[in-house]
T-cell receptor, first 115, second 113 residues
Framework: KAGVTQTPRYLIKTRGQQVTLSCSPI?????VSWYQQTPGQGLQFLFE???????NKGNFPGRFSGRQFSNSRSEMNVSTLELGDSALYLC??????????????FGPGTRLTVL | AQSVTQLDSHVSVSEGTPVLLRCNYS??????LFWYVQHPNKGLQLLLK??????LVKGINGFEAEFKKSETSFHLTKPSAHMSDAAEYFC???????????FGQGTELSVKP
């Protein structure tokens, strides 16, 4: 079974631009969660989508948004990029049977550099 | 609110010696706890998971962890370190609402030959 895939793997953007990252979950998984990883703040939860609906959201500004398609693939968008948005963005998928015990499986991440 | 604290930011061991990575958690309910490993420039790989069944949880690559409610701890151990174990390890608690994981700050494990 194929794992979680993320594209692109690397991105370089300049301040003020916007960027879209893509995540394809494991087949049969309906939930996709996104995380930001930086050396200073560690791993922080951005948001989670299930059946095309955002169910949970972390404490990030509105410049960070996402969506999920009917095939469970998800995209996240960051508008008006700032230098501090440079990070590794990880997506994870799970079956989400409804509880806290579901295991999340992570993709390799997208490394975003903002110049 | 839930949180995890990894007590060591860096641990260094010699190959063949035991590994102990310490994690304390805080949760107002019976938690689900995980350990993930991240090798350089890679995503996160699940090592093991605790979900209120057996308190001693066995994972991949010889790792195991013991859930101790009285001490609110979930320490990760391995009897004998291998060079390939060098990586960053994250202790994680699942939020009550599904889909959100809360990560510790990570412990970098170095293995000396």
């Amino acid at each position: 079974k194929a794992g979680v895939t993320q594209t692109p793997r690397y991105l370089i953007k300049t301040r003020g631009q916007q960027v879209t990252l893509s995540c394809s979950p494991i087949s049969g998984h309906r939930s996709v969660s996104w995380y930001q990883q930086t050396p200073g703040q560690g791993l922080q939860f951005l948001f989670e989508y299930f059946s095309e609906t955002q169910r949970n959201k972390g404490n990030f500004p509105g410049r960070f948004s996402g969506r999920q398609f009917s095939n469970s693939r998800s995209e996240m968008n960051v508008s008006t990029l700032e230098l501090g948005d440079s990070a590794l963005y990880l997506c994870a998928s799970s079956r989400q049977t409804g509880g806290q015990t579901d295991t999340q499986y992570f993709g390799p991440g997208t490394r975003l550099t903002v110049l | 609110a839930q949180s995890v604290t990894q007590l060591d930011s860096h641990v260094s061991v010699s190959e063949g010696t035991p590994v102990l990575l310490r994690c304390n958690y805080s949760s107002s309910y019976s938690p689900s706890l995980f350990w993930y490993v991240q090798h350089p420039n890679k995503g996160l790989q699940l090592l093991l998971k605790y979900t209120s069944a057996a308190t001693l949880v066995k994972g991949i690559n010889g790792f195991e962890a013991e859930f101790k409610k009285s001490e609110t701890s979930f320490h990760l151990t391995k009897p004998s370190a291998h060079m390939s174990d060098a990586a960053e390890y994250f202790c994680v608690v699942s939020a009550l609402q599904g889909g959100k994981l809360i990560f510790g700050q990570g412990t970098e494990l170095s293995v000396k030959p």
